[in-house]
């Protein structure tokens, strides 16, 4: 049973920085892709970055380029975002989702209907 459960989310003020966690268990990450999402409130869920398991390739959506980092700790079964330059534009629920890797989905890891897998979420609050 995959299980996927995010920490770390908290207030931070505007222009700094905030690393996120995603323990995960229930597969073999070499098997599977992860990503990384947020919805604020009144909009729809968003597609920020995703690792494949298979090579550690990584994805970005524009809107985070440059400001947010993906990072996978095999050994720890945990994969981090860490987010950087902070704006008031990025409060909302982050989660993170899991599903098992296979070359076509690489095209498509920042789609949520990709996933089959999702955690609780976890609040980033960012204050001016």
């Known amino acids: 049973q995959v299980q996927l459960v995010e920490s770390g989310g908290t207030l931070v003020q505007s222009g700094g920085s905030l690393r996120l966690s995603c323990a995960h268990s229930?597969?073999?990450?070499?098997?599977?892709?992860v990503g990384w999402f947020r919805q604020a409130p009144g909009k729809e869920r968003e597609g920020l970055s995703a690792?494949?398991?298979?090579?550690?390739?990584?994805y970005y959506a524009d809107s985070v380029k440059g400001r947010f980092a993906i990072s996978r700790d095999n050994a720890k079964n945990t994969v981090y975002l860490q987010m950087n330059s902070l704006k008031p534009a990025d409060p909302a629920v982050y989660y993170c989702?899991?599903?098992?890797?296979?070359?076509?989905?690489?095209?498509?890891?920042?789609?949520?209907?990709?996933?089959?897998?999702w955690g609780q979420g976890t609040q980033v609050t960012v204050s001016s």
């Open positions: 989702a899991a599903r098992p890797w296979t070359i076509a989905a690489n095209s498509m890891l920042l789609f949520t209907a990709t996933y089959d897998n």
């Open positions: 690792i494949s398991g298979s090579d550690g390739s990584t």
């Open positions: 229930g597969f073999t990450m070499k098997y599977y892709a």
